[in-house]
């Protein structure tokens, strides 16, 4: 079987953990079935226009050269095509779909010189690569199925003054075969705003996770340590954090939060006044491969973030054995067992007070048995063999062989 992806999300030379998660599935549907796959990599991230400068244009014209056309052999049953296109907002002149969508039939056409016509094509996120595989779908006649992973859903600038989705996102969910959510919180926001129900599909979490665990068997060191990953925003609930950590602080100095997802200094200083600094270590963006390490290091999770899809970190927190701390947010609430940790309101009083009972609870948390609960779940050998059945039903149901 041969899988075409196009996804709207994958890591680049500009943010080596942008879509990341995307590019881990499809490695280990290469890995752990007998499926070949073929990846579109048409400059996502790398080659978008943020925002015109005017005071120095010329800057723009770096983007002209975002990449080259190449074809990079992951591993024997997983390819990368790329041919790069500078994109922009779809508000502005449709940000330039049609070209994209010319650049990935190129690709569709060099993927069936390497693993024969796709049996299906596989979107990651309804814009634009679901809008792309809409288009291909019926022109090639391949059916095309949709994962969807916008969190909240739809984005903000695909809706309207008046709360209208725009058909960018609506159509291509409305056509697609199959449409796969990570969460039974992400698959409701679908089924509410577009009357389409999905298959619940979650990320699989890498199996370097789950070896991390073992290092909780060495004694905690002290402080203790709380890990933090994601930005400095309100989105991520950094605000909520650093009022939680102004809490904590007037009953107990013996901790402090490791913060990895940013590095931008000026808005952590902004956000955190200097009684407070003391309490957190900022490593930076970190590369995903390095986070099973930085993990191994702190003794729970504090996840406060406001919207969260399914909340991967949170996965990867508890197959690493660790106890965590997350906010009602929506995919986390899913993942977070009691034996696991704590779910809380996104107020800092609660967030420290969960803070609080897991440092002075520690030994109560069984990282193996936390692991083990997340393996039996989210081991890639799990998911991706649910992801195997779907394309099998698929295939059978559309009878694609006629195709080929």
Request: charged share 25%; hydrophobic share 40%.
């Amino acid at each position: 079987m041969h899988i075409f992806h196009i996804p709207s999300w994958y890591p680049s030379g500009v943010n080596s953990n942008f879509g990341i998660f995307i590019k881990e599935e499809i490695e280990f549907l290469s890995r752990y079935t007998d499926i070949y796959n073929s990846v579109a990599v048409w400059g996502q991230e790398r080659c978008l226009i943020r925002k015109i400068s005017y005071r120095n244009p010329l800057s723009l014209l770096s983007l002209l050269k975002c990449g080259k056309r190449r074809i990079v052999q992951e591993n024997e049953r997983m390819v990368e095509i790329h041919r790069p296109v500078v994109y922009w907002s779809h508000r502005f002149f449709s940000g330039n779909i049609m070209r994209i969508t010319m650049a990935v039939r190129e690709m569709v056409k060099k993927a069936e010189k390497l693993f024969g016509k796709a049996d299906i094509i596989h979107a990651h996120v309804s814009y634009p690569a679901g809008y792309v595989a809409m288009i291909l779908s019926e022109e090639l006649k391949i059916p095309f199925i949709l994962s969807e992973h916008m969190g909240p859903f739809p984005l903000r600038n695909f809706v309207d003054r008046n709360g209208a989705i725009s058909d960018v996102v609506t159509q291509p969910i409305k056509r697609a075969k199959r449409v796969i959510t990570v969460s039974s919180f992400l698959a409701g926001e679908v089924e509410k705003k577009t009357g389409i129900k999905s298959v619940i599909i979650p990320n699989p979490v890498n199996e370097k996770f789950f070896e991390c665990s073992i290092k909780n068997k060495k004694s905690r060191k002290k402080p203790f340590t709380f890990l933090f990953v994601g930005s400095f925003t309100k989105d991520k609930g950094f605000d909520l954090l650093v009022e939680s950590v102004k809490i904590l602080s007037k009953e107990t100095d013996n901790f402090t939060v490791i913060s990895a997802g940013d590095k931008n200094i000026k808005r952590f200083h902004n956000l955190v006044p200097n009684s407070l600094r003391k309490y957190f270590k900022i490593t930076g963006i970190i590369p995903h491969r390095e986070l099973p390490e930085l993990l191994s290091e702190a003794d729970a999770l504090v996840h406060p973030s406001r919207f969260e899809t399914f909340g991967l970190v949170v996965a990867e927190a508890l197959a690493c054995g660790k106890p965590v701390v997350v906010t009602k947010c929506g995919g986390p609430e899913e993942l977070v067992e009691p034996s696991m940790g704590y779910v809380v309101d996104k107020k800092p009083e609660n967030i420290s007070e969960a803070m609080k009972k897991i440092k002075n609870n520690y030994t109560l948390f069984d990282p193996e048995e936390i692991s083990r609960k997340i393996k039996s779940k989210f081991h890639p050998e799990v998911v991706t063999q649910k992801m195997y059945e779907l394309y099998r039903e698929v295939v059978e149901e559309t009878g694609v062989n006629q195709y080929n």
